[in-house]
Structures are given as C-alpha cells and as structure tokens.
C-alpha cells in the first residue's frame, strides 16, 4: 500500500479495504481459519466446556511502555479466559480506526498482536476492520472475543470460599495504570513504570494440578485489586484481611503512586492473577509460579476471614486496620 | 523510598501504640478528655490510609479541619469554571476539582457536554496548552493553600515574562492562619490543639501559628505527613495538654524553618493581595484569601470577562460547615451514606478523597475488630 | 491538602528546571523557589515545582529516634533486636 495513513476509503469495502486485507492482515493471521476469509471461523472443539468471553480495549496512549493497544487486546481476552479456569484457543478481533491514522501505527499494533497471539497459542480466527471519520473515535479501538476449553480439575466460585483460606497475587500491582499515568505525565528514568501487560495462562496452567484446591481467580484490571476483592466479599459471610508490607510492588510504580498521591490498590494490572486457594496448597502454587517469569513476584497478601463479612481489611503498613473501599470514578493524580 | 520509608517503620508504631495508651490513660485520669483538629487535608488522608485512628486511646479524638481546597470552594466558582468552559476557554484543573458539585452541575458533567477541560498533575500543563493552543484562553483553576499558590505563581511569573497573553487564573486562593483564628474564635468549638499542615508551613514558617498558643493557649505541633510523623505528633500535642501549657513545637524541622521559605512568600507578595473570601459551609471570612493586585488583572479571568464569582446554593441539609468545624463527625450527617457517597457527592467533603466525609466513607475504621 | 514527596536533585536544566528522582523514576521540575539550588540535594516536590529542601541532618535524627523506638519495642515483646539503636540526638530546632 502506497498511503501512510488510513483513509475513509480503506474501509469503504472497494480496493483500499481488500489491500488493507490483503497486505496487512492475511500475511499475519492467514494461516489458520482465516485463510480464505469465510463469513465464520470454522472451528473443531476438542471439549463440550467452553468459556467463551468479550472485551474492549480504548486506552490512551495507544502505545506505552510495555505494550500497546493490540497486544493489551491479546492479554486481556487470553487473561479473562485463564481466569475462568480454560485453555485460551480462538480470538476475535474488531479494529475500529480512526480516519488518519498512521499506517506504521496500525503495523505495529498488529505485528503485537502477532506475536501475543502466538506467545499465548491463541489464534485469530476472525475479525473486522472499520474505518470511522477523523473525530469519531480516539485513533483505534479494538474489541475483543475469546473463546477456550476448560481445564480439567478446575471448579471455581465464590461459594467455595471458606475461611483460612489464602489469598495469593502473582506479581506486582498497578504497573499498567502506572505505566499510563506516567506516560502521560512525561515521567522518565531506569525504574518508570512499565506495563505489566503480559498473560497468564501459564500461572493457571501450571497449578491445574493442584487445582482441587483453588477456590477462585480473577485479574485485577480497571479498578485494581481493592475492586476484585470487595467484589468477592460483597454480600458473603466471610471477609478478607490483606496486609499492606506483603503486597508487591514494582519500585517505580510505588514512587509514581507517592508523588502523584495514587492508591495503588485501585490502579490496574494487566498481568497479574489474584487467587483464593486453601491453605494447604497455598505454599506449593508459589513455588510453581516462582519458577515461571510472570510469577517471580508472586507473593501470599491474606487470608480469608470469617469475621468482618463482606468486608476487605487492610492492616497497613504501620499495623493499624481499615476498610479498603472500591475507587470511585476516573484515576486521576491528586494535587491537594 | 530514601526519606519516606523510615517513618513507616512498624516496630515504632507499635511503640507510639503503648506511650499514647500511657499518656492518654494519665490524661483521663485527670479528667481529660482531648480533642485535636488535623487542620490539613492531607493529614487527613494519611490517618485515614495508614489506620491513625487504631492507634489512638480513648482518651483522644482527632478532627478534620478545614484545610483541603477542595472542600472549601464555594460552589458558586465551580459555577463560574463552568460557564467559562462553556464560553469555550480551555480548563485546567488539579484532578479533584472535576466531581466538585457546583450550585446546578460539576466539571465532569460540563465535559461530558462539550467543554474542554484538563485535569493535571502541575500548573505547568496550562503554560504547555497556552503554548500549544495560541488561538484559545486556556483558564487555570488556582485553588489552594500557601503551598499551592507559590508553584501556580512560579508559573504565571514564566509566563508572563515569556509574554503568553492567552493564559489566565481564576483564583480561589486561601490562607490557613485566618480561617484557624475564626476557628478559635467560635464559642462552640472545643479544639485543644492544632496538629498544624506540612507543607503550609514550609511556605509560612513555623512561627505563623504562634498567636494561637501564645494567646489563645491552643497547642500546636508542626508535623510531617508520614505515619511516624503524625504519631509523634499526637504525642507532642497530647504531652502539652498534660503539662498544661500551649506551644508551638516544630516536629517537622526536616523541611519547616521559622521564617518559612522567604522566596515563595515574596513571590505571593508580588502577585497576590488579601481579600475577604467565602469558604464553602463557612462562609465569608475577612482576609482569608488573596486575589491578583490591578496590575495582573490582565491574567484575571474574572475581571478578564467582566465576571463576578456568587456565592452559590448549597444542599440546605449538608453540614460539611459543622464538619469542617470539627463540630460533628461526618457520620452525624444525616445524608452520610445514604443520599450523599462518593459516586454521588453531594456536598464537597465528600467529593476529594482527602475530604473529612470522602476519608471517613473510603477508609471507615468503625467495627473493625482483630 | 499539599502532597509532597522528598525527590533528589540529579541534573540542572534550562529556564530554573530541574531533574529530580525518587527510586528510580525521574520528572522534571521547577526550582524558581529554591534558594541556590545543587545537585545531590533532597528537594519537596509539589504540583511540580520543589517548595523546600530537605535537611538530611535533621531527617536522621528523627529517623535515628524512629530506629530506637521500635529496638525498645522489640526488645519489650521478646523479638529479636534486629538493629543496633544509633544514639539519640537530642531534639533540635532552626
């Protein structure tokens, strides 16, 4: 293609739109179901459990530290399929662009979502591409749908929640919401904080044998860890107690959240797993996801406690106790 | 965190733990009861997200002042913010002030309908729109305290001096040692001492609160805004009580000097002059705000646009007024929880998370048990 | 309400800027309200500008009695005493 930009006519279904299909899409993804660009993916399912899940990603930079638009596409919709216990297999994409959008842009979002893809053994099995006029939408949006089989031994839901049990974190928190915040903000330096984007289907993989005692997972994104677990304790006769000096954090992401007056509780990761599992296996998940890159800052933060029902506690990092709420509205730096 | 860190040391914590318990326990024993404001909004946010309040006996009850910027402008400038926005002007403002409720709509709503309004982390983003955007006004809100305005000064002094003509402020500026003198001065008020704010007094010195332990025998301890800080704080305050004499004792000697910091003071002197300015829930109070001198009233959004801030309409059954007096606790609020919550603010203690009412709903300590 | 975190000075920079670091992350910043401002020093960051410097002096001392506090409180509930206790410098004032 000779323009260096999208135009109206790339998605006006005449010669643009099949070049844009056929010198950016095919050599990426053409090798599976989309190869001869069917109406629908035909796919074969080796299991009658599926999970099946959606997603839309509108995040601004559309590039930023760690990642961009595309692969965060990818790791979302493989993440929220891993979390729900399943081998992630098939993905669905939607590009919306932006009339004007730089054509290199739109390359390396889709080389990312190449090489996501593949590190996740998902394939992209069908898509969409629609061009919308200059104003009509922020550069590129992308939805999202994924489509995986359930891992055998996997049986998760709150109601399996007892007290004792643990609560474990994979890695640090906040490093996506972070990595944003500081991109927007002009922050530099060897520690600034990088994108956590990345999947983790090889943490939920890795403890399917232990899996008998893992009560439930779920990634905390937009609303950070205070929101997936009072998402857990609402209405439930149980609570959860965390402790502030055992939550990992990543050093630059903790100096941003001190300067700009974030509670990283409520900032979001897009690569860490939260899971709640017995006591008696909580030791041994550690130690596998120690040995996977992912997992290296994994760490046990709680406890699930039959007293403060329906509550999150924090003990802070002095000792003292309160209640972790959910954050209300957009994330923004405070000043005063 | 070099200088951070270590005054979140758990162990020393603990300590404060057993000598509170001792001094709070020889306090009541004489009979006392002690009830200290926290006059500094982010005083507040530290005790409610490091947990102060497990720490502290019986015997003391710490209270929110009105020291959070947020909370205390009159809904009457979110209103004139917002016709600026809708006039067309660029709006900059620090983060909180979008969900503040103004007399009819807020900041937030106001950009959902078309206006153009910024929220950012420094006073620095208005200059780089001036720049970007030659052809539009970019409006700053300037909000805030001593601390503030000397950063929000330093950049209208580089913008000036670059000549940028499409820049202006609309000012809201207030000061900490007025509004603490009319404190004292209401009978119905019992505060015994003033754990007075950081970094206001790294602008105005320490020696800015002494009237009010020298003659109004109020205690005050300057302190820091790390856990330990606000800890020993409470100690200096409760050990004054005890000795029955009032100072003003400098914990925060790390950053605070006596005199203040002599260049952001000229820099206010320069720019700004006194004024009698309405504090939401409080009302007017004599020169307790500054506002640009006639010779800046180029960079006046106000007078730029032959606008006059009103004082606006509040809901007439919040009492962020009694709150910000330390007279009630937020929960005595009738509409606390219930029609007034942080997704639906609806008075402006509620709106910043560094709000009395906004700390106290976020980081509610009653009923927990170990 | 006036957060403000202790950032070092690690680089001038043109028009009364600077580069200050906390940790490894780095922003630029005004220091049109510091008095004489040089590298290496600890500098109170607000909104963007630095409003005070930071006494390191005066920061290890209070530091000093937070780190003797918490020996007196380990000591006292039998956990070991982790740290020797730098001695105590008595309270001072500027």
């Known amino acids: 293609m000779n323009h260096d930009q999208i135009l109206l006519a790339h998605g006006g279904g005449g010669r643009l739109s099949h070049a844009l299909i056929t010198d950016e899409i095919l050599p990426r993804f053409g090798s599976g179901p989309l190869a001869s660009l069917p109406d629908a993916a035909a796919l074969e399912l080796d299991s009658t459990r599926i999970r099946f899940t959606t997603d839309g990603f509108v995040v601004q930079p559309l590039e930023f530290p760690g990642g961009n638009i595309g692969d965060l596409a990818v790791h979302g919709t493989v993440n929220d399929l891993a979390v729900s216990g399943a081998r992630p297999r098939w993905l669905s994409l939607g590009l919306i662009l932006e009339e004007g959008l730089s054509l290199s842009l739109l390359r390396r979002v889709l080389d990312s979502i190449q090489r996501a893809a593949h590190d996740c053994g998902v394939i992209v099995a069908t898509g969409d591409t629609k061009v919308v006029r200059r104003g009509q939408c922020d550069g590129l949006y992308i939805t999202s749908s994924g489509i995986g089989e359930a891992l055998p031994g996997f049986d998760l839901g709150l109601d399996r929640i007892r007290p004792g049990d643990r609560v474990l974190v994979s890695g640090p928190l906040g490093d996506h919401g972070a990595a944003i915040l500081a991109a927007r903000e002009g922050i530099q330096g060897f520690h600034a904080p990088v994108s956590d984007s990345r999947p983790v289907h090889r943490l939920v993989e890795g403890v399917s044998s232990l899996a008998a005692g893992i009560r439930f997972m779920r990634d905390p994104t937009r609303g950070g860890l205070a929101t997936v677990?009072?998402?857990?304790?609402?209405?439930?006769?149980?609570?959860?107690?965390?402790?502030?000096?055992?939550?990992?954090?990543?050093?630059?992401?903790?100096?941003?959240?001190?300067?700009?007056?974030?509670?990283?509780?409520?900032?979001?990761?897009?690569?860490?797993?939260?899971?709640?599992?017995?006591?008696?296996?909580?030791e041994s998940i550690l130690a596998v996801w120690r040995t996977v890159p992912e997992g290296q800052k994994a760490q046990a933060i709680g406890v699930v406690t039959p007293n403060q029902a329906g509550r999150v506690i924090l003990e802070s990092a002095i000792g003292g106790l309160r209640v972790v709420d959910v954050p209300s509205g957009e994330l923004l730096p405070r000043i005063c | 965190?070099?200088?951070?860190?270590?005054?979140?040391?758990?162990?020393?914590?603990?300590?404060?733990?057993?000598?509170?318990?001792?001094?709070?326990?020889?306090?009541?024993?004489?009979?006392?009861?002690?009830?200290?404001?926290?006059?500094?909004?982010?005083?507040?946010?530290?005790?409610?997200?490091?947990?102060?309040?497990?720490?502290?006996?019986?015997?003391?009850?710490?209270?929110?002042?009105?020291?959070?910027?947020?909370?205390?402008?009159?809904?009457?400038?979110?209103?004139?913010?917002?016709?600026?926005a809708m006039q067309g002007k660029i709006i900059v403002t620090f983060g909180d002030m979008m969900r503040v409720p103004g007399s009819r709509s807020t900041l937030a709503k106001s950009r959902a309908a078309g206006g153009w309004i910024e929220s950012c982390y420094s006073p620095v983003t208005a200059l780089e729109l001036a720049r970007?955007?030659?052809?539009?006004?970019?409006?700053?809100?300037?909000?805030?305290?001593?601390?503030?305005?000397?950063?929000?000064?330093?950049?209208?002094?580089?913008?000036?001096?670059?000549?940028?003509?499409?820049l202006t402020l609309l000012t809201a500026f207030k000061l900490v040692p007025p509004v603490l003198a009319a404190l004292i001065a209401d009978p119905e008020l019992k505060i015994d001492g003033f754990l007075c704010p950081a970094h206001v007094s790294a602008v105005i010195g320490?020696?800015?609160?002494?009237?009010?332990?020298?003659?109004?025998?109020?205690?005050?301890?300057?302190?820091?805004?790390?856990?330990?800080?606000?800890?020993?704080?409470?100690?200096?305050?409760?050990?004054?009580?005890?000795?029955?004499?009032?100072?003003?004792?400098?914990?925060?000697?790390?950053?605070?000097?006596?005199?203040?910091?002599?260049?952001?003071?000229?820099?206010?002197?320069?720019?700004?002059?006194?004024?009698d300015v309405s504090w939401r829930g409080l009302g007017v109070i004599p020169a307790s705000g500054l506002v640009l001198r006639p010779e800046f009233a180029r960079f006046d959004a106000e007078s730029r646009h032959g606008l006059t801030v009103q004082p606006g309409r509040l809901n007439p059954h919040c009492l962020c007024g009694e709150v910000l007096k330390g007279k009630i606790r937020p929960v005595h609020c009738s509409l606390f929880g219930v029609a007034c919550h942080p997704e639906h603010p609806l008075g402006p203690c509620m709106v910043s998370s560094e709000g009395s009412c906004g700390a106290e709903y976020r980081f509610a300590s009653g009923g927990v048990t170990r | 309400?006036?957060?403000?975190?202790?950032?070092?000075?690690?680089?001038?920079?043109?028009?009364?800027?600077?580069?200050?670091?906390?940790?490894?992350?780095?922003h630029t910043i005004g220091l049109m309200l510091i008095e004489e401002p040089k590298i290496g020093e600890y500098l109170l960051i607000h909104a963007g500008y630095a409003i005070e410097r930071l006494d390191c002096a005066e920061a290890e001392a209070r530091l000093a009695l937070f780190r003797t506090l918490a020996a007196i409180h380990r000591q006292e509930t039998g956990q070991e005493v982790l740290l020797v206790a730098a001695p105590l410098r008595p309270e001072t004032r500027r």
């Not at chain 2, 002094?157 to 499409?166: E, K, M, Q």
């Open chain 1, 229 to 282: 677990l009072n998402e857990m304790t609402t209405g439930r006769d149980f609570g959860i107690l965390i402790r502030a000096r055992e939550l990992p954090f990543s050093p630059g992401t903790a100096a941003l959240a001190e300067m700009m007056g974030l509670d990283l509780l409520h900032v979001a990761s897009e690569g860490c797993l939260v899971m709640i599992c017995a006591a008696e296996v909580a």
């Open chain 2, 1 to 84: 965190m070099n200088y951070i860190d270590g005054f979140r040391n758990q162990d020393a914590a603990a300590r404060y733990r057993v000598t509170l318990a001792q001094l709070g326990q020889e306090w009541a024993d004489q009979g006392g009861r002690a009830c200290f404001m926290e006059v500094c909004g982010s005083h507040t946010m530290a005790i409610a997200r490091f947990a102060i309040r497990d720490f502290l006996p019986p015997s003391v009850t710490l209270v929110s002042g009105p020291g959070c910027p947020v909370c205390v402008t009159d809904p009457g400038y979110i209103d004139a913010a917002i016709e600026l």
């Open chain 2, 132 to 166: 970007a955007h030659p052809d539009r006004e970019i409006v700053f809100l300037a909000i805030g305290f001593e601390t503030t305005m000397a950063p929000v000064l330093a950049m209208l002094d580089t913008a000036r001096r670059a000549a940028i003509p499409n």
């Open chain 2, 206 to 275: 320490a020696h800015a609160y002494r009237p009010f332990a020298d003659t109004h025998g109020v205690a005050c301890v300057v302190a820091g805004f790390e856990p330990l800080d606000i800890l020993h704080g409470v100690e200096g305050l409760l050990r004054q009580k005890i000795a029955g004499h009032a100072t003003v004792d400098n914990q925060y000697s790390r950053v605070v000097r006596p005199e203040g910091n002599r260049i952001a003071q000229r820099l206010v002197d320069h720019y700004l002059m006194p004024a």
């Open chain 3, 1 to 26: 309400m006036c957060l403000a975190v202790p950032m070092q000075l690690v680089a001038m920079g043109a028009d009364e800027t600077g580069t200050v670091e906390l940790d490894g992350i780095q």
